[in-house]
């Protein structure tokens, strides 16, 4: 009976959205984390709707969104603050919601490790981008815009530069905010908001024979970077380094300031063909600490570290764990389970 529901539901469907398709993947993980002191055990299952569809005219378009994404407590697909949409054609692909910065999409990050893909180190693989991949999201959906062509790769992208006052709320359905802060709630639209500095990053990459090289600018209205990035690959090993400089990253609580200076590392993987795998990286950062009343300067680095092994069980179940070492966490982490997708 199950079967020929979905069957019938399915034929409605398709007949009456012929250049449409709506399709569930998803993925999982079961497994331990040790945080430096405890095994804990962890484990999570998320579900994916992708949807793609053709104009007459044959401009693609489509959205994705996971069903965590709908969920009041974070961001929301509905409101542009998760999840993404597109349009693509013979001029490139404009993608609008949560997504990448131009300076990530070309540049990206150093590898992941472990079943968790990163998450038990706090994803210190990842590159600290000042814009995109749900820095701007009080300001709503981020555009991002990408074209290929003949190995170049271009991007672009940036915020609205309009903070919303209802980020989480339905959008177009109103809120209750005090907005003058005299104590009245107004109803304003989930539009409405203060005006904020656009956020915007322009990049451009070329690949050749397994030779990709990366170079990006971003600026937030208060700090910009510049990241360049190279990777080649070797029959079944790849290794790739990106470096990241900063200009007035500055964090201060009052009495000391801390402004970041530049990130940069090292990353190699190597894929056999009996389905395992080595991953490692190391990742520098390196600030100023200064103290503001006496106006002394010392420049501190830290330094992080990881290695991870994976093995390839086929049907979508990968055998996977890593260590991580980071100054960060001021700890040796580590993790190990299975991650499936479906």
């Excluded at 964090?251 to 402004?259: C, F, K, L, N, R």
């Excluded at 330094?303 to 069980?313: K, Q, T």
Aim: proline share 0%; hydrophobic share 35%.
């Amino acid at each position: 009976m199950k079967k020929v529901l979905f069957a019938t539901t399915a034929l409605v469907l398709s007949a009456g959205f012929a250049a449409a398709e709506v399709s569930v993947s998803g993925d999982g993980r079961m497994g331990f984390v040790y945080d430096g002191n405890d095994m804990q055990f962890a484990s999570r299952a998320r579900v994916k709707f992708t949807l793609t569809g053709e104009s007459d005219a044959g401009l693609s378009f489509g959205g994705s969104f996971r069903v965590d994404h709908e969920n009041a407590g974070g961001g929301l697909a509905s409101s542009g603050t998760a999840g993404s949409v597109y349009v693509s054609g013979t001029y490139g692909k404009l993608s609008m919601g949560d997504v990448v910065s131009a300076a990530e999409a070309i540049n990206g990050d150093l590898y992941e490790i472990g079943y968790t893909l990163g998450a038990f180190g706090n994803d210190i693989e990842e590159i600290n981008y000042i814009t995109g991949d749900g820095v701007n999201l009080d300001q709503g959906a981020n555009v991002l815009y990408e074209y290929s062509i003949n190995g170049f790769n271009i991007a672009a992208s940036m915020s609205d530069g309009s903070t919303n006052v209802c980020t989480g709320a339905v959008a177009g359905g109103g809120s209750m905010v005090d907005t003058d802060g005299d104590g009245v709630l107004e109803s304003v639209s989930c539009f409405d908001g203060e005006d904020s500095d656009a956020a915007y990053s322009v990049a451009v990459g070329y690949d050749l024979n397994g030779y990709k090289l990366g170079l990006g600018y971003s600026d937030n209205g208060t700090v910009s970077e510049i990241v360049l990035s190279g990777e080649a690959t070797f029959n079944e090993f790849t290794v790739k380094g990106i470096y990241q400089d900063l200009s007035d990253a500055v964090d201060s609580d009052g009495v000391t300031a801390v402004e970041w200076e530049r990130t940069y590392g090292l990353a190699a993987k190597y894929d056999m063909s009996n389905g395992v795998g080595i991953q490692g990286f190391w990742r520098r950062d390196e600030y100023t600490l200064t103290d503001i009343a006496s106006g002394a300067d010392l420049d501190e680095e830290y330094d992080s570290f990881g290695i991870g092994a994976s093995y390839d069980l086929g049907g979508g179940a990968t055998l996977a764990g890593g260590i991580i070492d980071s100054d960060y966490n001021d700890d040796t982490v580590a993790d190990m389970g299975i991650r499936f997708t479906f």
